[in-house]
């Protein structure tokens, strides 16, 4: 009906594989939007810089289920004087990891540690709990399958592995670290058969997903794309 106020899409589900570029079109989107972010993986990323950092074994899945469930994690979007290129601030027990979040230790963990179903089921529950102040745009592997099943929007986005290891390596030198192609396409295969073969929540899109092929097109571009798609949604819910 045309006078009826238009229904916002409360939660935008985006899922896809390490480096597909679903982060930093799911920022954009909620930049465009005035919709708050939450990129899954930093949370993961958290709990496996913890671990590390307090030495508890990463095959011990025991302790690393229980370090999830006690771990203060907040975040925050960047505030004025933070401009050292992040996109949003991790603070564990008060203390700002952002940064240590992207070592290769952490990238080198987090695959096993978020494999866990303990540290998966409580970290879903704080994701969902995030979700449900709604204008959200959620990002991860398993947003549209199991954190937020009815969000009304979808999207999975992926791109070739030699594009997002390319992807990858300029991020890593433009932050200053040595990088090589070869051992992170390597390590692009590997999270992608770890995430996608686990047990509990595998890598896959939502059957009601809309699949993105981002290996050769730019962020902006798909962002224009989803930014179309949700006024058709929002114009067909009338
Ligand atoms: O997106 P990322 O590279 O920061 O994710 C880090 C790891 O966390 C990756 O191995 C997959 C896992 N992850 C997950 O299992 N579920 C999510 N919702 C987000 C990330």
Do not use: C
Not at 45 to 65: H, P
């Amino acid at each position: 009906m045309a006078n009826e106020t238009k229904e916002p899409i409360a939660m935008i589900a985006i899922d896809g594989p390490a480096a597909s570029g679903k982060s930093t079109v799911g920022r954009l989107l909620a930049e465009k939007l005035n919709y708050l972010y939450l990129d899954t993986g930093s949370m993961y990323r958290a709990v496996t810089w913890a671990a590390l950092q307090e030495e508890i074994d990463i095959e011990d899945e025991t302790a690393v289920t229980q370090l999830a469930h006690n771990i203060e994690i907040e975040i925050f979007p960047v505030r004025d004087g933070e401009a050292d290129g992040r996109h949003y601030t991790v603070h564990v027990a008060g203390q700002d990891i952002t940064w240590q979040l992207r070592t290769p230790a952490v990238d080198a963990n987090v695959s096993q540690v978020s494999s866990y179903l303990g540290v998966r089921q409580e970290m879903v529950a704080r994701q969902r709990a995030f979700g449900e102040r709604g204008a959200v745009v959620m990002v991860g592997r398993d947003i549209g399958t199991v954190v937020m099943p009815d969000a009304p929007l979808k999207l999975y986005i992926t791109a070739s592995a030699e594009e997002r290891a390319r992807r990858r390596t300029r991020d890593r030198q433009a932050q200053g670290h040595i990088a090589n192609y070869d051992d992170i396409l390597a390590d692009v295969l590997r999270r992608d058969q770890i995430d996608s073969n686990r047990e509990h929540s595998p890598l896959r899109p939502a059957t009601d997903a809309v699949l993105i092929d981002s290996t050769a097109q730019p962020p902006a571009a798909i962002v224009d794309t989803i930014l179309k798609m949700i006024r058709e949604t929002v114009t067909s819910n009338q």
